[in-house]
């Protein structure tokens, strides 16, 4: 696929490159193959921008935005994420707007600005409720209880959750049941919840692994070490570490460092 992409665009193929990068973007976003999903939206950037289509631009640049932001390259993130929000502006489509924020949302959560992120998804599941786009409401709900999680606020934080994952069973979104699970797992293992957090983490883990979806997988694992560790159980604690650590070093991504110097050191001490 980023062969014939990059043969579409040397050919001055615009529609076809930037319809490539759109059909990779389920694979890229829910697997989180961050390779092709730089490559093959940089790609499609440069496609939009010469089509002058702002709902490609929006889409494109938003899209890429994410995979940055997700990488931690944030800078990156929100110079393209800024060109998506006035994209988007000049397009009048209210359902790639709403998009397009939620998108924002994500930058800013992942760069750990919480009140931005918080009003972002706000907005967004305003307008998704507006458009009726149930799954988009539910993602939504998803991002503002994940949101209150790192903000410390868990309790406030369980019961977005409590719907994002209702929502998302209807739907049979095996893939976001299972996020929102994790988060969930997180909220509750933050209030001394252990228990319930370990049920809700492993429910989390099978129905991830049943749908091959591997970064929420290694998620999964570090929660349940920490609560391997909480009860003294070193040597599940440390599988679980390793199992994460080779997860996220399949997929490229720079938390499977950070996990490596910690199990290095753990085995030193």
């Known amino acids: ?37 730089v490559s093959s939206h940089e790609a499609g950037v440069t ?37 998506a929000l006035d994209a988007v502006e000049q397009t009048g489509d209210k359902r790639l707007a709403a998009s ?43 991002h503002i209880g994940w949101s209150l999680v790192l903000a410390g606020d868990d309790a406030l934080a369980l019961e977005p959750l409590d719907r994002a994952e209702r929502a998302m069973r209807e739907i049979g979104d095996a893939i976001n049941v299972g996020r929102a699970l994790i988060r969930k797992g997180e909220a509750l293992m933050n209030l001394g919840h252990d228990t319930q957090a370990r049920t809700a983490l492993s429910e989390a883990l099978a129905s991830l692994e ?23 159980d070193i040597a599940r604690a440390k599988a679980h570490r390793h199992r994460a650590y080779r997860l996220y070093r399949e997929l490229g991504h720079p938390r499977a460092e950070e996990l490596r110097e910690m199990l290095e050191t753990a085995d030193t001490v």
Do not use: N
């Not at 921008?49 to 931690?72: I, P």
């Not at 992120?117 to 539910?138: C, E, H, I, K, P």
């Not at 049943?210 to 003294?232: C, K, M, P, T």
């Open 210 to 232: 049943s749908a091959g979806v591997e970064f929420e997988q290694a998620e999964a694992h570090e929660a349940l070490a920490v609560l391997a560790e909480r009860d003294s």
């Open 47 to 83: 496609a939009g921008d010469a089509l002058g289509d702002q709902r490609v631009v929006a889409r494109m640049r938003s899209q890429l935005a994410r995979a940055y932001a997700e990488l931690g390259r944030h800078a990156e993130a929100r110079k393209e994420m800024d060109l």
């Open 100 to 142: 397009v924020v939620e998108f924002d949302g994500v930058c800013r959560l992942r760069a750990g600005e919480l009140a931005q992120a918080l009003s972002a998804f706000g907005a967004a599941r305003d307008a998704f409720q507006r458009v009726g786009v149930a799954r988009g409401v539910a993602l939504q709900d998803y």
């Open 1 to 37: 696929m980023l062969e014939a992409q990059r043969e579409a665009l040397e050919r001055e193929m615009f529609e076809r490159v930037w319809q490539i990068a759109e059909a990779l973007w389920p694979l890229c976003a829910s697997h989180k193959r961050f390779t092709e999903w």
